[in-house]
């Protein structure tokens, strides 16, 4: 019998609102997919495109970055910049042969923990479609 493929979800959540959101679903006893692994950064905005790369390469079938809705950051506009860096992003991976599913983007506050728990099913769910990632494992690459 083939084992079902159980991908691996790297996610970077804003403390303030995506992580808050994980974490009510976790006390509101909300049950989740538990194939992601949760980074928490003080500000979507502080993500730089290059743990994105690096989650890639270390083993990641998919990546999920998360914040306060637009207008809502802590820090005024950290999510707008995080948005207008990772829209590139993602058409950039899509240039390089990168699968789009491996790569999302949402707005989770932290009251919406049933949010969260949609955000997780539908990432790992898109992730599962993909397949395993293995085109930028470090062992994989010719320098
Ligand atoms: Fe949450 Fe900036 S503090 S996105």
Redesign the pocket.
Known sequence: MKEQFEPNVVAFL?????YAGADLAGTSRVQYQPNVNIIRV?????VNPLFVINALQQGADGVLIS??HPG????????FY?RRRFGLMKELLDYVGVDPRRFNMS?VSASEGNKWKDVVEEVVEKAKEAGPFEQFRRNKINW
Do not use: F, K, L, P
């Open positions: 804003c403390n303030w609102c995506s003080m500000c979507s905005g502080r914040g306060c809502d950051c802590h820090y005024i506009e950290g999510n995080a707005w």
